[in-house]
């Protein structure tokens, strides 16, 4: 079945730092990739995302393309805030796109002044 | 603010017993998604309903059924609790017009089984 490995937390990074977290997937066909993020207390906000090979999604500094080759759909953003500390999950739909997803474990991030 | 609203914010629960969560959707949506986020995991597939038709379901037992009513909110049923139903319970509605459709989450409950 599909399935989406992120790497573990939590990523511990200083204000103004490169931020990457690495996300890998299995699935058959062509899925949808996303980025979730989850702040303390709230549901989870979709941050970004990319519908098929190449596309790159971005939001609010934050970026990830989708790499069919290396089955890959890393997070970066060049410069963290304070503000960015969550938990993000990358996620995959099947190719219906019918809004089942299948999430990674999740990866916190610490940004500290 | 998503629009979705879930409750109750937290529930105590003991084994065996039963629980009924509640979501209403983000005003216009016709698909409600329930998932299961046990702590330090990403957010499980339960099942789905649109237009109050169960359409879709994940790996998950029978003692977890759902409803969806005409207005699209929706209920969880969760049947002789377990310790491992422990978790945050999230709840995610949008509207069926595509694929690729946007979900809406809710901030979930927290259901903890003693």
């Known amino acids: 079945g599909d399935s989406v490995t992120q790497m573990e937390g939590p990523v511990t990074l200083s204000e103004e730092a490169f931020l990457t977290i690495n996300c890998t997937y299995t699935?058959?066909?062509?899925?949808?990739l996303f980025w979730y993020v989850q702040y303390p207390g709230e549901g989870l906000q979709l941050l970004l995302k990319?519908?098929?090979?190449?596309d790159k999604g971005s939001n609010k500094g934050f970026e990830a393309t989708y790499r069919k080759e290396t089955t890959s759909f890393h997070l970066e953003k060049g410069s963290v805030q304070v503000s960015d500390s969550a938990v993000y999950f990358c996620?995959?739909?099947?190719?219906?796109?019918?809004?089942?997803?299948?999430f990674g474990k999740g990866t916190m991030l610490l940004v500290s002044p | 603010e998503t629009g979705v609203t879930q409750s109750p914010t937290h529930l105590i629960k003991t084994r065996g017993q039963q629980v009924t969560l509640r979501c209403s959707s983000q005003?216009?949506?016709?698909?409600v998604s329930w998932y299961q986020q046990a702590l330090g995991q990403g957010p499980q597939f339960i099942f789905q309903?649109?237009?109050?038709?169960?359409?879709g379901r994940g790996n998950f037992p029978p003692r977890f059924s759902g409803l969806q009513f005409p207005n699209y909110s929706s209920e969880l049923n969760v049947n002789a609790l377990e310790l491992d139903d422990s978790a945050l319970y999230l709840c995610?509605?949008?509207?069926?017009?595509?694929?690729?459709?946007?979900?809406?989450f809710g901030s979930g409950t927290q259901l903890s089984v003693l």
């Open positions: 309903y649109y237009r109050e038709e169960e359409n």
């Open positions: 990319a519908t098929k090979a190449d």
């Open positions: 005003s216009g949506h016709n698909t």
């Open positions: 995610a509605s949008s509207l069926r017009v595509a694929t690729n459709e946007k979900l809406f």
């Open positions: 996620a995959l739909s099947d190719m219906s796109g019918y809004s089942t997803l299948t």
């Open positions: 699935a058959t066909g062509y899925p949808s």
